[in-house]
């Protein structure tokens, strides 16, 4: 029996999928190289966003043809809103909420229960020997009226410090290079069990500590923090270790105090600004980037102009900007209407893509004639070429035909840029780790 996953939206997703795949081979499923020749389908939903829950719809649809020509069983799991969990019930074989993830094997009845008890307990097949994605901590207690966080994954939970550094443990000693800690609100870890866990910082530095260690160089990223919960403490931690990577996701969402107040994310421009100046002043190399919403209900031209404003003045290295789109049952669609047009939040996206790309440039420029350490990810399209990433996550290209550099560290020197990808000229390997040598 052949297992396919098809994990939609954020990091987080994908981490569940890894786990989702331990329960599966675990009771003997082996993967599928595509949907078309597995035996059971699942999907990681997102809930968060209307075009990924659209995706959704029109993949069940094509999968529930192709059960007129052949046997498959079809499930979805993933952050799932009670309405879009209702929808689902008639369209899947199998929903399945997180936390029955355990129970698969019993849901469907080809092998006896599954050997653990709860989701993180399970043990993720990853996708790649050198990367990795460990959950910190899952749910929201932030209740952005945006967003559908709180109602499909609950509130914020922390997992057992033992636990991560164990795992974290596991994997550096597997040779994994590249680690990521994740959370919904990653800086907001130990806040539900004060005096009982680790606070955020403190985490961050024991990770630290064991990374660097290791007798191979290894990254360590995390994702993402919330501007509210953002302290010295956490990016002198950062900038103490050499092995915590200097790079820093810090969500805007809106460059206007009333938009920010709307979306009830509890801190002003001015404040945002103070944290990133903050993190810079500490590291002064960081990498940056943000998440950014454009056309949330009601936003005007003048209050859009000033996250223009904000952008410019961040001069950030990377955005996620996002139309925004009605979520049933969160707060936002019971309180305020979704008035600017579709065109009107396309407009946008590409006037503030625009001035990114400005400060993105003359970001990448500053590093033309470095040399640079960096982890390969794969073959480019083009021909000849590797594609790896830098410490803060950006694609560096480089000529090379020698494909067994994927999952390893290069020095490479930059020689050209554009706003969006480095490159640049492979030197030597880099895997040992600096600091040990």
Same mark, same amino acid.
């Given at each position: !029996?052949?297992?396919?996953?098809?994990?939609?939206?954020?990091?987080?997703?994908?981490?569940?999928?890894?786990? @989702?795949?331990?329960?599966?081979?675990?009771?003997?499923?082996?993967?599928?190289?595509?949907?078309?020749?597995?035996?059971? /389908?699942?999907?990681?939903?997102?809930?968060?966003?209307?075009? *990924?829950?659209?995706?959704?719809?029109?993949?069940?649809?094509?999968?529930?043809?192709?059960?007129?020509?052949?046997?498959?069983?079809?499930?979805?799991?993933?952050?799932?809103?009670?309405?879009?969990?209702?929808?689902?019930?008639?369209?899947?074989?199998?929903?399945?909420?997180?936390?029955?993830?355990?129970?698969?094997?019993?849901?469907? %009845?080809?092998?006896?229960?599954?050997? &653990?008890?709860?989701?993180?307990?399970?043990?993720?097949?990853?996708?790649?020997?050198?990367?990795?994605?460990?959950?910190?901590?899952?749910?929201?207690?932030?209740?952005?009226?945006?967003?559908?966080?709180?109602?499909?994954?609950?509130?914020?939970?922390?997992?057992?410090?033992?636990?991560?550094?164990?795992?974290?443990?596991?994997?550096?000693?597997?040779?994994?290079?590249?680690?990521?800690?994740?959370?919904?609100? &990653?800086?907001?870890?130990?806040?539900?069990?004060?005096?009982?866990?680790?606070?955020?910082?403190?985490?961050?530095?024991?990770?630290?500590?064991?990374?660097?260690?290791?007798?191979?160089?290894?990254?360590?990223?995390?994702?993402?923090?919330?501007?509210?919960?953002?302290?010295?403490?956490?990016?002198?931690?950062? *900038?103490?270790?050499?092995?915590?990577?200097?790079?820093?996701?810090?969500?805007?969402?809106?460059?206007? #105090?009333? &938009?920010?107040?709307? !979306?009830?994310?509890?801190?002003?421009?001015?404040?945002?600004?103070?944290?990133?100046?903050?993190?810079?002043? @500490?590291?002064?190399?960081?990498?940056?980037?943000?998440? @950014?919403?454009?056309?949330?209900?009601?936003?005007?031209?003048?209050?859009?102009?000033?996250?223009?404003?904000?952008?410019?003045?961040?001069?950030?290295?990377?955005?996620?900007?996002?139309?925004?789109?009605?979520?049933?049952?969160?707060? *936002?669609?019971?309180?305020?209407?979704?008035?600017?047009?579709?065109?009107?939040?396309?407009?946008?996206?590409?006037?503030?893509?625009?001035?990114?790309?400005?400060?993105?440039?003359?970001? #990448?420029?500053?590093?033309?004639?470095?040399?640079?350490?960096?982890? +390969?990810?794969?073959?480019?399209?083009?021909?000849? %070429?590797?594609?790896?990433?830098?410490?803060?996550?950006?694609? /560096?290209?480089?000529?090379?035909?020698?494909?067994?550099?994927?999952?390893?560290? +290069?020095?490479?020197?930059?020689?050209?840029?554009? *706003?969006?990808?480095?490159?640049?000229?492979?030197?030597?390997?880099?895997?040992?780790?600096?600091?040990?040598?």
């Amino acid at each position: !029996m052949k297992y396919f996953l098809l994990p939609l939206g954020c990091a987080t997703n994908k981490a569940d999928a890894e786990r @989702i795949a331990g329960v599966l081979s675990s009771v003997g499923y082996t993967t599928a190289n595509s949907e078309e020749e597995a035996d059971l /389908i699942g999907v990681i939903a997102c809930s968060i966003r209307q075009s *990924a829950i659209d995706r959704v719809y029109g993949k069940v649809h094509q999968w529930n043809q192709w059960k007129k020509n052949r046997t498959v069983t079809t499930f979805v799991s993933g952050c799932m809103l009670a309405a879009d969990q209702k929808k689902f019930l008639k369209l899947f074989d199998l929903v399945v909420p997180l936390d029955k993830v355990p129970e698969m094997p019993h849901m469907l %009845k080809e092998y006896g229960t599954s050997p &653990v008890e709860h989701f993180w307990d399970i043990t993720p097949k990853r996708q790649h020997q050198y990367k990795a994605l460990v959950p910190i901590q899952n749910g929201c207690d932030k209740f952005c009226t945006y967003c559908a966080v709180p109602y499909t994954r609950g509130r914020e939970v922390s997992r057992s410090s033992k636990d991560i550094l164990k795992e974290v443990e596991s994997l550096i000693q597997s040779g994994v290079r590249q680690i990521t800690l994740l959370g919904q609100n &990653v800086n907001s870890y130990g806040l539900d069990k004060k005096g009982e866990e680790l606070s955020f910082a403190q985490l961050l530095d024991a990770v630290g500590t064991m990374a660097d260690k290791a007798p191979h160089r290894v990254w360590i990223h995390y994702t993402s923090p919330h501007p509210r919960d953002m302290t010295r403490e956490v990016l002198e931690v950062q *900038a103490k270790h050499p092995s915590l990577a200097h790079y820093l996701n810090l969500p805007l969402q809106s460059g206007n #105090n009333d &938009v920010l107040k709307k !979306m009830n994310r509890r801190y002003t421009v001015e404040h945002y600004m103070t944290i990133l100046d903050l993190a810079r002043e @500490i590291i002064p190399d960081m990498t940056v980037s943000t998440d @950014i919403i454009v056309g949330f209900c009601d936003e005007t031209e003048e209050q859009f102009t000033d996250t223009c404003r904000a952008v410019e003045r961040a001069h950030y290295d990377i955005a996620f900007i996002a139309q925004y789109s009605v979520r049933p049952g969160v707060v *936002a669609e019971k309180r305020f209407a979704d008035t600017v047009a579709k065109d009107e939040k396309k407009r946008r996206h590409t006037v503030l893509t625009d001035i990114l790309k400005i400060g993105a440039l003359n970001n #990448n420029q500053q590093l033309v004639g470095k040399t640079i350490p960096a982890l +390969v990810e794969t073959a480019s399209r083009k021909d000849g %070429k590797l594609l790896a990433r830098t410490e803060g996550l950006k694609s /560096i290209e480089f000529a090379s035909t020698d494909e067994s550099l994927i999952g390893h560290f +290069v020095l490479v020197r930059v020689e050209s840029c554009d *706003a969006w990808r480095l490159s640049g000229t492979y030197l030597s390997a880099a895997d040992e780790n600096p600091i040990r040598a």
